[in-house]
Structures are given as C-alpha cells and as structure tokens.
T-cell receptor, first 109, second 113 residues
Framework: QKEVEQDPGPLSVPEGAIVSLNCTYSNSAFQYFMWYRQYSRKGPELLMYTYSSGNKEDGRFTAQVDKSSKYISLFIRDSQPSDSATYLC?????????FGRGTQLTVWP | SAVISQKPSRDICQRGTSLTIQCQVDSQVTMMFWYRQQPGQSLTLIAT?????????ESGFVIDKFPISRPNLTFSTLTVSNMSPEDSSIYLC??????????FGDGTRLSIL
C-alpha cells in the first residue's frame, strides 16, 4: 500500500464548476499537508499548506484536512480554464515529503 | 516567492554518457532536495543535500549513479552517470526556504537514446 493515494483522473469540468480533489494516506505521523499545482512543462508550485485538521481558505481555493479519516481535499470554486493543471497532494513528516501521483484537471470554457 | 532555477531545462543524451544538472536558489538554504518524476508516477526523492556534508540517498539510489555536489548555500548539482534509457525522466530540485514547505524548480527533462 502506497503511503499517499490520489486518483490520477483525468478530471474534466466546465468553467465555473466546483472541483473537488482528494487524497488519502496511511501514515499517522504526517504533520503537514500540502497541495501543489503543476502546469505542463513546469515544476510543482506550492498552492496551499496546513498542519491542522479543518479548513483553510485562499481565494477560490479551500484545503480541508481530516486527520481522523486520513483524508485531505482541495476544493476549487468558480473554476477557470487557467486552473487546468495537474494537482499534487503532499504530506510531510520529519522534514520529508511524500507525494500522491497527481490528478490531471482540465477546465473547459 | 523564492526562485529556483535549473539548467538545462531539457536534454537528449546518448546512453553511457553523463549529464550534470545545476540548481540555483535565490536565497541561502540549508537543505536542497533532488527528485525524479516519471509519467503517471509520484515524485520520488533521490537524495537530500546539505551544505558541507555528504548527500543522503534514498533506497534505490546510489552515489555512484547520482553524485551530488553542494558547494554553498545556494547551489547544488546532480549528475546522472552512465545513462541508460531507464534514466529518461524529469529531474527536479527543491529547497525549503524560510521554514516554508519545499519550493521546486521547473525541472530538467532528460531523454536517453
């Protein structure tokens, strides 16, 4: 069993839709939870991070962590074609990151 | 936000040759990291490079194949040695800056013929 599971998609939604991206994990030692966005031919770009259960909001993006269920989510409201990218969840413990496989998202106009 | 620059951005190499990838950070950092990203796979950590000490390699990666240098607090190199087609991948460097989560460069896309 991989430590971080993420559905690779692809996910295709119309502009304006609410997008939900999810990851599950098995290691209770994970302390920090991150979402990275990766555009084609670019490196991963840190989008959001949190270290506690609950919600964290930044503009159209909301990161949600449920440590009891070992489940994290990223919600994108009013999705835009510019949100089309691969979204990687990542979790950290002891200074080391563990990544999901990434979910490829396409938002069509 | 921090800028991490990698060179080259891509290369096509012959099998049996070696390539050195450079990573430059625009601020001083203690730890730099090297990852490999293969299509459809999660990022795989190759090694962690601290300035002034030997790099720490993850299981499955050895220094003879992936020698790393870390001459100062803003720069590191990764060499992919004696390349084979299985080494075709994207190689990424990252760094933790100001206690933030890791930031990444844009990667080096390597193809081996």
């Amino acid at each position: 069993q991989k430590e971080v599971e993420q559905d690779p998609g692809p996910l295709s939604v119309p502009e304006g839709a609410i997008v939900s991206l999810n990851c599950t994990y098995s290691n209770s030692a994970f302390q920090y939870f991150m979402w990275y966005r990766q555009y084609s031919r670019k490196g991963p770009e840190l989008l959001m991070y949190t270290y506690s259960s609950g919600n964290k909001e930044d503009g159209r993006f909301t990161a949600q962590v449920d440590k009891s269920s070992k489940y994290i989510s990223l919600f994108i409201r009013d999705s835009q074609p510019s949100d089309s990218a691969t979204y990687l969840c990542a979790m950290a413990t002891l200074g080391r990151l563990y990544f999901g496989r990434g979910t490829q998202l396409t938002v069509w106009p | 936000s921090a800028v991490i620059s990698q060179k080259p951005s891509r290369d096509i190499c012959q099998r049996g040759t070696s390539l050195t990838i450079q990573c430059q950070v625009d601020s001083q950092v203690t730890m730099m990291f090297w990852y490999r990203q293969q299509p459809g796979q999660s990022l795989t950590l190759i090694a962690t490079a601290n300035q002034g000490s030997e790099a720490t390699y993850e299981s499955g990666f050895v220094i003879d194949k992936f020698p790393i240098s870390r001459p100062n607090l803003t720069f590191s190199t990764l060499t992919v040695s004696n390349m084979s087609p299985e080494d075709s991948s994207i190689y990424l460097c990252s760094a933790r800056i100001d206690n933030q989560p890791q930031h990444f460069g844009d990667g080096t896309r390597l193809s081996i013929l």
